[in-house]
């Protein structure tokens, strides 16, 4: 899998060109742990896990429930029984009135530093139970095409530890993140919420196992000089230098969940290529994924893609820049491992 050329990296910025190639997905004949450690762990290259990987894994069954037309909702009932009182980090995003006012004083001046009148972004901490209900109302809302107006809560990055002990027991480690390099863990963090949900573009500080539970999202990524030509080209364009920062992406800074940096990271990243169907490769084959070219036969900038259903998983290596978009309806659910 060879990355795209550094030098062309921060033209993705600025143009709608670039291509986002399906990423590969490895055969369920070639996931054994010596192959993901040789031919992806430790190269550090991304890839999808064989897919369906963890359809049978614990918290899919707990957590959620399956209809028979293919919705998924939460188990209230087994999350209201073992987890109601447990406070949960929560981000909250608000739509702000036409004339510019919020509900309160602390509402107006902390939109008025988001430099985006129509949006607000809060965190908080919550009991479980207030999501929860939240998440009722919001299915409904949803299924009457009136969302579009309310304020929306994710589940974001709640960390494994804060669960209680019943709750944790539904996430055991999977051998890739046990058996693949040292075992070392550094966290293992819980995401939940109704689509859209978005994590902007930015790299993890270890490898990452991404787990989806439930729902879809959608995973772009780029190699990481790709992504920071691309991150530097967004901050220098919205007039806020990198060297107050050294270029780097902050997980989920709140000046990257609102106003002109989010608009314009979604833009470099989402603004256009991707969607094609990923091909299954077998771990003796290649992965490498051809160029795509332009007319005359120049390469054009090139990510990778995936779309991740209930029980697919892939790895993003360290330093590889993503962003994520919950997409689709109903739950959307994800648990993942930063380890070495």
Known sequence: MKPPSSSSAARIAQSAAAHFAPLPTLSPNNAAIDTFRTQYFQPQRPVVLPRGHFSIYPAIDRWFTQHKD?????????????????????????????????SSSEDTLENSQTE??????????APLALFLQWTRTVTTTTNNNNNSTQPRLYLAQCQ???LPSTLRADFPTPSFVTDTGKGDIYDTNIW?????????LHRDPNPNLF???????????????????????????????????????????????????????????????????????????????????????????????ATLNAG??????????????????GVTASVNWWFR
Not at 75 to 88: E, G, I, R, S
Not at 264 to 272: C, I, P, R, T
Not at 319 to 329: C, L
Request: with cysteine.
């Open 160 to 162: 494994l530890l804060d």
């Open 116 to 125: 985006d009148p129509t949006e607000s972004f809060k965190r908080f901490l």
């Open 70 to 102: 293919g919705s998924t909702e939460l188990n209230y009932a087994y999350l209201d029984k073992y987890a109601a009182d447990c406070h949960v980090p929560l981000e909250l995003t608000s739509p702000v009135p036409p004339n510019g006012s919020s």
């Open 192 to 200: 939940l919420g109704i689509p859209p949900t978005y994590t902007p």
């Open 211 to 305: 787990v989806q539970l439930a729902g879809r999202k959608t995973v772009r990524l780029l190699a990481p000089d790709e992504g920071l030509g691309v991150f530097r080209a967004v901050r220098e364009r919205i007039g806020d230098g990198v060297s107050s920062r050294k270029g780097d992406a902050v997980f989920r800074g709140e000046e990257m969940m609102r106003g002109v940096e989010r608009e314009e990271l979604e833009s470099a990243v989402w603004g256009g290529g991707g969607g094609e169907e990923e091909e299954q490769h077998p771990a003796s084959s290649s992965t490498t994924t051809p160029e795509p070219k332009e007319k005359g036969g120049t390469p054009r900038i090139q990510g990778y893609e």
């Open 312 to 329: 697919d998983a892939m790895f993003i290596p360290l330093g590889w820049w993503h962003s994520i978009k919950g997409v689709g309806e």
